[in-house]
């Protein structure tokens, strides 16, 4: 376990980069610092031994004052040692945290955007936060710690053991004597009690999580009474074995353990008592007495040891902890880049054989799709929800690679296309845009940075974005987002939607699902679509029969699987599963909210 | 003086836990003091042995000393126990208590205190935050403040025996708090710089995580990669900065009490030098010194805990500061009208208003569409109607009873809602669905789950209706969720149901499916609905037109059409959008 625990620990001391020697210099730093702490003892046995040699004329032992000063100087340069171990440490400490963020950041730059569909942005930020934090405190504190307090204890043994190691060994009897209760405490019968404290203390957070969470539901059914008994059991479980663990179990070996630390020096008495006649008889007394004047004074010092070694050994939990984290974010998958990437000749897509399962799926999202798109036509996936035509347009851009079969744009695999190559030659506008904490003309450049005002303003103007600049005070350089206003969402989609026009982009990828907004943006957005996608490539996902009835072609996808393809005319002639959704279709438009009259 | 309301408010204790601490204290003085005590042992048994060495006396008599030693463990043990006792022990009903209050707190708190916010980050905190104190209440209070309460006693009686050595021994204490107290008022102008720099960097890695898509499709990723590498950078160089200036504070505090050793020595060498003491009294003053400071090596860095544990106790008094909704419990609606008169509505945060004197009647048996542009109000009407939010100003009433004056757990059970965000749980879809009627019957599950069409796709599951949903049921999409949604909106048949167009996201099979369902749904009903489609309140029996946060028209459909003003020219918009086709 220790063994397991320094590998984490070393792990992360990778992360430090060429920071990795302050640490270990920082960890040396602080045993010698806790090493040099012992030393003042040294001299408290020197001042004894001198003062005793002279008893009871107490004045005669002179060099006792240079001994003060040594003592003096030992301690302030155990200090001095210390902050710089200290220093070292934490400006380790802080870059490899540092580090961590950037190695994290540098890798999620590049994994598949689908990946940020199914994993949350907070979610990640919070691992990487949490890591970086966590580690700081381990690099930081921890690790000098332990090597001191390791340090400090090869230094005590020393000094118990060198003087009389009878009354060294009697004080030692306390910490053998607090490992015993210790033992007590968890072995045995009392092993499966402590696990069960734990099991319980891990059920009730689970449960305060579920019960967090669900109260906005929860109390609009009127049953949040229900879910706070459930959460109420969980915490009297948990308090009652506690209480029963820590409270009683415990209760008994704790204060054996704290009698003992804080007591340690009390086992001197019997053993001086033991030696005291031997060492009179043998004329060696004044001796006996230094030893055990300094070994009365010394005792204390094991009191402290003891408490700091449990003290740091709980830190390295920590390592562990943060090492998952930081995994979890590395583990994500990254696109990988073609050595030599190839030229799309053109702006025509297909799709060849294409296979693609999402991660956590049994069944293919896309099995065995086919289906080309000629420069210059209009494509429309049409088809049932979960049928797969969000996944089939994400492939194009590149938000996932496939499984098996190929993607091509102008004939060369998407895999093999340089990615930024990619991104100028194909627009996507899919839902859930968002725009950048900056202004509304830098965010409509942001692809073309190198756009002038004008051209910006005639993309937004095209986007049937006036009114939105005509309500906003500063008009196109009012600064959106956290700091600024904020623009509802079909606002935000043609605001995307000039980005994309200014963009220029031969082929466009569209989720048509954008225009579902209140009856006044929706009009607009349409109005948007038209030019965005005049003269261009078009894939359009579609939601709505009658925005795909002049596509050059419909892709009805079910199951995955390529149903139909066609015209509208051909399908509706095929009499299949288009003609069914076109007749659906027809229905729900006629729709409205209809009681049955009694 | 030390205890009372203000400790209590400090650090979150009830009374009952603040008697424990005054417990913990106190048996932490006296297992101080009987160490101490322990210590004159050794003190006596050194005495003897001077005399033996410097007059000849003979050895002392070991019994006595054996019967010291024998007593003192015993009553060390004593005292131990019950500092464990009221520390450690009496801990864990304090924890139960604190958690079960901010349980019952949070459950009564308004739902717009959860509107807001982050509950996956709510709960961590509330977890952590209750652990954290915790550890303060059972490891920290008693400790620390028994620590003060027995050094001030030894430090009294060492100054009394021979004030120069008690000062050369005891200085460091003083001096450690005053750096400690001082470091924190130094400590916050820097910690505030560095937090400062801490948010920035948070923002700006959560708005790169957030827009990725839109980084990638400009191919900025460079650009922002650099910015939040620079965001890291100043962190770093924040985080050095309060280091060295409060570090030192803190690590000095910590390692000046070891000074006191050496200078005891020092002092005590040079008085004994100059004949005014003798050996016995530096021997009794070094005894002192290594275990004066004992208790407080391990206080400092449960200071520095109760620090920390400042930010947990303020956001849980936060909790307990909000105040709660309350109301009647009983509420007895004459029939099932929802009347708003002069509503008004605005967010604290900004004071703009969100509804201006809304004035309308939704009757029972009756639909009722809410229609107009996203922001004007819509959704704000039917979260006032069922007092999910406390209106401001005038009147809002169901059945002539005024909402904000019954409890909103009571008044919930006249509505059901169907909005387009559904919660699900972690259990099967029978249990997900049963949520709308507690103690329902599997039968009236199936009926409900059936009427709502949520066969079809639930059939699908590995397990049926006993299928686990999974962590709020990401498995499941928009239409299923609704369904679902629908299902116990049937179940619990309340009288009035407030709808969110729901089937706003979903494509045409769905879309016929979900209609369908709320057809059963909707049958005798005072129906509120927020509709986007101007096709689908074409049968409504009167609409209501928000635009601003105020009302511009209300009317049967066919009335605001003659009308030709705002409603109109929606519907002309909409019957536009709805025949749009690419040429």
Known sequence: ?598 | MLFGEKFRKKYALSEAGEANVKRGTLWTVVTNLIVMAGVGLLFLLMQDYMTTLTEGAPLPQALPYIAGVVGFLALSFVAHYQQYHYTYSVVYDEVGHARTSLAERLRKLPLSFFAHRDLAELTETMMSDVDRLEHVWSHVLGYLYGGYISTAIIAVTVLIYDWRLALACLWGVPVAFALLFGSRAVFSSYAKHAKAAGLRLADDIQETLETMREIRATNQEERFLARVYDGIDTCEQRMIQVELRTGIFVNAASVIMRLGLATTVLVGARLILAGSIDFMTLFMFLLMVTRVYAPFDQSLALIAEVFISDVSVQRLNEIFDTPVASGSESFAPNGYDIEFRDVGFGYDTDGSDVLQGVTFTAREGEVTALVGPSGSGKSTCARLAARLWDHSAGTLALGGVEVNDVDPEVLMGAYSMVFQDVTLFDDTVMENIRLGRHGATDEEVLAAATAANCDEFVNALPQGYATPIGENGTRLSGGERQRISIARALLKDAPVVLLDEATASLDVENETKVQDALGRLLAHKTVVVIAHRMRTVMGANKVVVLKESRVVEQGTPEELLAADGVFARMARLQRKSASWSLT
Not at chain 1, 374 to 379: I, M
Not at chain 1, 422 to 440: G, H, K, Y
């Open chain 1, 1 to 598: 376990m220790e063994k397991k625990k320094r590998g984490t620990a070393s792990q992360l001391l990778n992360f430090a980069g060429a920071y990795r020697g302050l640490t270990v210099a920082g960890c040396a730093l602080s045993a010698v610092a806790m090493a040099t702490n012992m030393v003042p003892y040294v001299f408290v046995w020197l001042v004894v031994r001198d003062l005793i040699a002279v008893a009871p004329d107490w004045t005669a032992a002179t060099n006792i004052e240079r001994y003060g000063w040594w003592a003096l100087a030992a301690a302030i340069a155990g200090i001095v040692v210390y902050f710089l171990a200290l220093m070292c440490t934490h400006l380790a400490a802080f870059r490899t945290a540092a580090n961590i963020r950037k190695r994290c950041m540098a890798h999620l730059a590049k994994a598949p955007l689908g990946y940020f569909d199914t994993h949350a942005s907070g979610l990640l930020r919070r691992r990487i936060d949490g890591a970086a934090g966590q580690t700081e405190t381990l690099l930081a504190h921890n690790l000098a710690d332990i090597t001191g307090t390791i340090a400090m204890f090869v230094a005590l043994l020393v000094l118990l053991l060198v003087f009389d190691w009878r009354m060294g060994a009697a004080c030692l009897l306390a910490a053998v004597i607090s490992i015993g209760a210790l033992f007590a405490m968890m072995g045995g019968k009392n092993a499966n009690l402590m696990a069960e404290y734990y099991d319980a203390l891990d059920r009730a957070s689970k449960a305060g999580t579920e019960y967090v969470r669900g109260i906005p539901v929860v109390k609009v059914f009127q049953q949040t009474v229900y879910s706070f008994r459930a959460f109420k059991a969980a915490i009297d479980d948990y308090s009652h074995k506690a209480s029963y663990y820590q409270g009683k179990v415990c209760k008994g070996p704790q204060a054996v353990n704290l009698t003992v630390t804080e007591g340690a020096f009390v086992f001197l008495v019997p053993a001086a008592l033991l030696i005291a006649p031997s060492s009179l008889a043998a004329g060696t007394f004044a001796e006996f007495v230094t030893d055990f004047a300094f070994y009365a004074i010394f005792s204390a010092v094991m009191s402290t040891a003891l408490a700091k070694i449990m003290f740091a050994a709980g830190g390295l939990n920590q390592a562990g902890d943060a090492l998952r984290r930081i995994n979890e974010v590395l583990d994500a998958p990254t696109l990988p880049v073609a050595d030599d990437p190839l030229s799309p000749q053109d702006n025509s897509i297909s799709f060849e054989d294409v296979c693609f399962a999402y991660e956590e799926s049994d069944r293919p999202a896309l099995d065995h799709v086919s289906f080309s798109v000629e420069p210059g036509q209009l494509v429309a996936l049409v088809g049932p929800s979960g049928g797969g035509k969000t996944t089939a347009a994400s492939l194009i851009p590149q938000f996932w690679d496939v499984d098996t079969g190929a993607v091509r744009v102008g004939g060369v695999d998407v895999q093999q296309v340089d990615p930024y190559a990619r991104m100028d030659r194909v627009a996507f506008v899919f839902q859930n845009t968002r725009l950048f904490s900056a202004s509304i003309l830098d965010n409509v450049r942001a692809a073309r940075p190198d756009a002038t005002r004008e051209q910006a303003l005639a993309a937004l103007h095209a986007a049937q974005c006036d009114d939105i600049l005509n309500k906003l005070p500063e008009g196109v350089d009012t600064i959106i987002g956290s700091a600024g206003t904020y623009l509802s969402g079909g606002e935000q989609q043609r605001v995307a939607l000039a980005r994309a026009i200014l963009k220029d982009a031969p082929i466009v990828v569209l989720d048509e699902a954008t225009a579902f907004a209140d009856p006044e943006n929706e009009a607009l957005i349409q109005a948007a679509f038209e030019q965005l996608l005049a003269g261009r490539t078009v894939v359009m996902i579609a939601h709505r029969l009658s925005t795909v009835v002049d596509a050059d072609q419909i892709v009805v996808l079910d199951a995955g699987h390529v149903a139909e393809r066609g015209t509208h005319a051909e399908l509706l002639g095929a009499d299949g599963l288009y003609a069914r959704m076109w007749a659906d279709y027809q229905r729900s438009v006629q729709w409205k909210i209809e009681r049955e009259v009694a």
